[in-house]
C-alpha cells in the first residue's frame, strides 16, 4: 500500500467519523461563523456610540448646561444627568455608566474670575474600551471648553481674530491615521480577533480529534489501518482538517476585504497566503501538544490555555516591545503573532516578499514541529499508554 492510499484510508475513516460526531463540523464551522458574524456586527458602525456618561451638575449655570450639550452631541457620549454624586456613583460602581463627570458648584464664576475651577470625573478601568473612551470624549470638550473660555476673554482684550487660534494652539497637528484613516473599530478588533479564534478552533479541534483517538482506545486501530505508518495516519487527518480550516480562514478574509472592505494595502492573495500558513502551523502546534502530552483532556486544556494567551501577546492590542522583556520571546511560540505581523506589513504598509519573507519562515518552521514527537504519538496509540479516566 503506497502512502497515498494510506492517507486516503484515513481520510474515508475521518469522514465516517465526522458523520457519527458531528461535534468536529459544529465546532469548527458553527463557531467560526458565530465569532464572525459577532465581531463584524458588533461594531457594524465602526466607531462605538452612546457610550453612557453620568454627569452631576451642581453649578446649573449656562456654561455646564452648555458642557452637557456638547458632550451629550458627539458621536461617543450619551449624558445621562443625575442630581447627586451618590446615585451616579453607584450606576458607576454597577456598570449602568462608564464614567461620572462633577462639575462643581461656582463653576461658572470661577471660569469669569480666572480662578481655574476643579473638573472631576472618574473612569471605570474595568470597562477597558467603554472606559477609555469616555476618558477620550471627556477631555477632549473639557479642552474644547477652556479654549472657548481663553477665547472669549481674548476678544474681551481686543486680540484680532487672526491671532487668536495661534494663541490658543501655537502648534498645529496634521494627524495620518495608516492603515485605518477612519479610525474603525471593526476593522481594527476583526482583522485579528477572528484569525485569533480560527487559531484556537484549529488548535482545540484537532487536539481533541487526535486525543479522541485515545479516549476511545481507537489508535490502534488507526495505525493498523495504514500499517502501522503513523505519519500516514497523522498526515490523513491533517489533510481533511487543512481542507476544512482552509474554506473557512479563506471565507473569513474575503468577508473581511472584499464584503467589508476593511483597509488592505495589499493584495488579497497575499492575505490568503499568510491564513493557510496560520492553519498550518495551529495544526502543527496542535499535533506537537497531543504528542507531548497523549492524555485527551491534558491536552485540551494546555491547548486552550496556550491559545487564549496568544490572542493577548500578539501584539495588535498592546505592542509586544512594551510588555516585559521576558515577554518578547516568549511571543515567538505563537503562530497569531507571525501573523499579525506578516498583516502588518502587507495590510498596512503594502510592502513586498523581501519585507514579509522573515514571517513566512517562522510560520513554515512550526511545520516541523510535529517531527519531534511522532514516534511518542504512535507509542501510545499502539500501546494505549495513556490514563482512562
Known amino acids: 500500500m503506497n502512502f497515498l492510499r494510506k492517507i486516503d484510508r484515513v481520510v474515508q475513516r475521518e469522514l465516517r467519523i465526522w458523520a457519527r460526531r458531528p461535534i468536529y463540523i459544529l465546532g469548527s464551522l458553527f463557531v467560526m461563523t458565530f465569532c464572525t458574524v459577532f465581531y463584524l456586527s458588533f461594531l457594524k458602525e465602526g466607531v462605538p456610540s452612546d457610550v453612557p456618561i453620568a454627569v452631576v451638575d451642581l453649578d446649573r449655570s449656562s456654561t455646564s448646561r ?9 458621536q461617543l457620549g450619551k449624558v445621562i444627568l443625575y442630581e447627586d454624586f451618590s446615585s451616579a456613583r453607584a450606576d458607576l460602581q454597577g456598570g449602568k455608566v462608564t464614567s461620572v463627570c462633577l462639575i462643581p458648584e461656582g463653576f461658572d464664576r470661577d471660569i469669569q474670575s480666572q480662578r481655574q475651577p476643579t473638573f472631576s470625573f472618574y473612569i471605570n478601568g474595568l470597562y477597558f474600551l467603554g472606559g477609555s473612551l469616555a476618558w477620550k470624549d471627556i477631555l477632549t470638550m473639557v479642552n474644547l471648553t477652556s479654549g472657548a473660555v481663553q477665547r472669549e476673554v481674548l476678544r474681551m482684550k481686543g486680540v484680532p481674530e487672526s491671532r487668536i487660534m495661534g494663541e490658543l ?14 479610525m474603525n473599530y471593526g476593522a481594527y478588533l476583526a482583522n485579528m480577533m477572528i484569525p485569533g479564534m480560527l487559531q484556537m478552533v484549529v488548535i482545540i479541534i484537532l487536539i481533541y480529534s487526535l486525543g479522541a483517538e485515545l479516549k476511545y482506545g481507537t489508535g490502534r486501530h488507526l495505525l493498523h489501518s495504514v500499517g502501522g505508518d503513523i505519519y500516514a495516519a497523522v498526515s490523513g487527518k491533517l489533510a481533511l482538517y487543512t481542507v476544512l480550516f482552509t474554506a473557512i480562514g479563506w471565507s473569513i478574509e474575503v468577508i473581511l476585504y472584499k464584503w467589508m472592505h476593511f483597509p488592505l494595502a495589499g493584495s488579497l492573495g497575499q492575505m490568503l497566503l499568510a491564513c493557510f500558513l496560520l492553519v498550518l502551523a495551529s495544526e ?5 501538544i497531543v504528542g507531548c502530552v497523549p492524555i485527551c483532556r491534558f491536552a485540551l486544556s494546555i491547548g486552550a490555555l496556550y491559545s487564549v494567551l496568544g490572542l493577548s501577546l500578539t501584539g495588535f492590542t498592546l505592542p509586544v516591545e512594551t510588555m516585559p522583556s521576558a515577554l518578547h520571546g516568549f511571543s515567538l511560540i505563537y503562530p497569531l503573532r507571525h501573523y499579525y505581523d506578516l498583516y502588518v506589513q502587507v495590510g498596512i504598509f503594502g510592502s513586498g516578499f523581501g519585507a514579509w519573507y522573515p514571517q513566512v519562515v517562522m510560520l513554515l518552521l512550526f511545520c516541523f514541529l510535529p517531527f519531534f514527537v511522532m514516534k511518542r504519538l504512535a507509542h501510545a496509540y499502539e500501546y494505549l499508554d495513556y490514563e482512562r479516566n
Open 66 to 74: 452648555n458642557f452637557c450639550q456638547q458632550l451629550d452631541a458627539t
Open 169 to 182: 494652539r501655537p502648534v498645529d497637528i496634521d494627524i495620518h491615521q495608516i492603515g485605518n484613516p477612519t
Open 284 to 288: 502543527a502546534v496542535a499535533v506537537f
